[in-house]
């Protein structure tokens, strides 16, 4: 089975920075495109940005410039920069890893992580 393990939310002022991680785990061959969504109380789960396993990356309007995703592929982990932060960032982040090969299976697979609280206060 595979784990996606977030890290790196919390409480912080307008303007601070924060930096998630994501770690995925279990017999993992490779994965297709690792992403950040997010979901605010009272609001559908939209896509952040996400990046591809070539290093191709794809953002939401609201965060160009200020944020930037990378990944390591050789540790199957995400990272999500984020700058500048805003009151409407405010929401639960959740990792996502689509395309997932494990060992043994015949398809790929998608998984989400728990999701890690990121408030951003004024």
């Known amino acids: 089975q595979v784990q996606l393990v977030e890290s790196g939310g919390g409480l912080v002022q307008v303007g601070e920075s924060l930096r998630l991680s994501c770690a995925a785990s279990?017999?993992?061959?490779?994965?297709?495109?690792m992403g950040w969504y997010r979901q605010a109380p009272g609001k559908q789960r939209e896509l952040v940005a996400n990046?591809?396993?070539?290093?191709?990356?794809n953002y939401a309007d609201s965060v160009k410039g200020r944020f930037t995703i990378s990944r390591d592929n050789a540790k199957n982990t995400v990272y999500l920069q984020m700058n500048s932060l805003k009151p409407e960032d405010t929401a639960v982040y959740y990792c996502?890893?689509?395309?997932?090969?494990?060992?043994?299976?015949?398809?790929?697979?998608?998984?989400w992580g728990q999701g890690t609280q990121v408030t951003v206060s004024s």
């Open positions: 996502n890893a689509a395309g997932v090969w494990v060992r043994g299976s015949p398809r790929r697979s998608d998984y």
């Open positions: 279990g017999s993992i061959m490779s994965i297709n495109t």
């Open positions: 990046i591809g396993s070539g290093g191709s990356t």
